[in-house]
T-cell receptor
Framework: GNSVTQMEGPVTLSEEAFLTINCTYT??????LFWYVQYPGEGLQLLLK?????DKGSNKGFEATYRKETTSFHLEKGSVQVSDSAVYFC?????????????FGKGTHLIIQP | KAGVTQTPRYLIKTRGQQVTLSCSPI?????VSWYQQTPGQGLQFLFE???????NKGNFPGRFSGRQFSNSRSEMNVSTLELGDSALYLC???????????FGSGTQLSVL
């Protein structure tokens, strides 16, 4: 079946530091890849996505590139802010919605200190 | 435009009871999905409804069921509650399959 593996953290960084959260996946077929963010007490919000190999998703300074050869979709940001503190989820979904909905990683808790 | 609304926000039940959770999707969205979020298992897909029909189902026991009404609102029911059912239950809607999912804030269920 499909699966997503990501570092669980917590990851603690200082403001303006460079961020990388690793995400790798296994899937049959050609999935779309997503990063979701969850702020305390809220539901998930789509941060960015990529639908095919070599696509780069970007939003709010965050970027991730769909790497088929390494089955990875690492999230990066050049300079993090305190407001980026949240839980980040990597996910994959198959075309047509798939039989299993979205498959999520366990989530990475990011803490940014001033 | 109102977002995905889930009620109630918090719920406390005891083992053996049953519970019904409600989800109102964004206006115009025909698909509603349900996910269970726990610290140990993370986010797991329960099921998805589209135009009142169950499209997909995750790997959960038959105690977990759902339905969708003609106005796209959805309910999820869990019967014979177990301690392990304690979780945050998230609902997500989208206009069509393959479109972006919008999540609600969830219902936090505690089973004592």
């Amino acid at each position: 079946g499909n699966s997503v593996t990501q570092m669980e953290g917590p990851v603690t960084l200082s403001e303006e530091a460079f961020l990388t959260i690793n995400c790798t996946y296994t899937a049959t077929g050609y999935p779309s890849l997503f990063w979701y963010v969850q702020y305390p007490g809220e539901g998930l919000q789509l941060l960015l996505k990529a639908t095919k190999a070599d696509d780069k998703g970007s939003n709010k300074g965050f970027e991730a590139t769909y790497r088929k050869e390494t089955t990875s979709f690492h999230l990066e940001k050049g300079s993090v802010q305190v407001s980026d503190s949240a839980v980040y989820f990597c996910a994959l979904g198959m075309a047509g919605g798939g039989a299993d909905g979205l498959t999520f990683g366990k989530g990475t808790h990011l803490i940014i200190q001033p | 435009k109102a977002g995905v609304t889930q009620t109630p926000r918090y719920l406390i039940k005891t083992r053996g009871q049953q519970v019904t959770l409600s989800c109102s999707p964004i206006s115009g969205h025909r698909s509603v999905s349900w996910y269970q979020q726990t610290p140990g298992q993370g986010l797991q897909f329960l099921f998805e409804y589209f135009s009142e029909t169950q499209r997909n189902k995750g790997n959960f026991p038959g105690r977990f069921s759902g339905r969708q009404f003609s106005n796209s609102r959805s309910e999820m029911n869990v019967s014979t509650l177990e301690l392990g059912d304690s979780a945050l239950y998230l609902c997500a809607s989208r206009r069509e399959i393959n479109e972006k999912l919008f999540f609600g804030s969830g219902t936090q269920l505690s089973v004592l």
